[in-house]
């Protein structure tokens, strides 16, 4: 999959799980995020196999072709793998991120109680 299809796939999952209520629409952007992150382990995998470290040598031997680079990401152990630590790291520290680290001066200026 490309980058945008990646972004679009998760935020469409997260957007699910919105309409439930598991998530609210802040979370569901950072899990779009994340799904365009992952694609990371394309390039990785690219500069492992040619010892090429140019982004844009990656893309042009992809779209050619040339290169697969599909990773352990890409299979079923994969999946579930990722999706699992991604749960347990918005679980664990949910209140930490979102609250502390992303949005403090929106609390401060909110006058919400800041940690």
């Given at each position: 999959?490309?980058?945008?299809?990646?972004?679009?796939?998760?935020?469409?999952v997260?957007?699910?799980?919105?309409?439930?209520?598991?998530?609210?629409?802040?979370?569901?952007?950072?899990?779009?995020?994340?799904?365009?992150?992952?694609?990371?382990?394309?390039?990785?995998?690219?500069?492992l196999?040619?010892?090429?470290?140019?982004?844009?040598?990656?893309?042009?031997?992809?779209?050619?072709?040339?290169?697969?680079?599909?990773?352990?990401?890409?299979?079923?152990?994969?999946?579930?793998?990722?999706?699992?630590?991604?749960?347990?790291?918005?679980?664990?520290?949910?209140?930490?991120?979102?609250?502390?680290?992303?949005?403090?001066?929106?609390?401060?200026?909110?006058?919400?109680?800041?940690?």
């Amino acid at each position: 999959m490309y980058p945008q299809t990646h972004f679009l796939f998760s935020y469409l999952v997260a957007l699910i799980f919105v309409k439930f209520g598991v998530f609210d629409y802040r979370t569901a952007f950072f899990v779009a995020l994340v799904g365009l992150f992952i694609d990371i382990d394309h390039f990785v995998k690219f500069v492992l196999h040619y010892d090429d470290f140019i982004l844009k040598d990656a893309w042009n031997r992809a779209v050619k072709g040339v290169y697969a680079g599909r990773s352990f990401i890409h299979h079923w152990a994969g999946v579930i793998l990722i999706s699992v630590i991604i749960f347990w790291l918005f679980s664990v520290n949910k209140i930490l991120f979102w609250n502390w680290l992303l949005f403090p001066h929106f609390f401060r200026l909110c006058s919400f109680e800041y940690p």
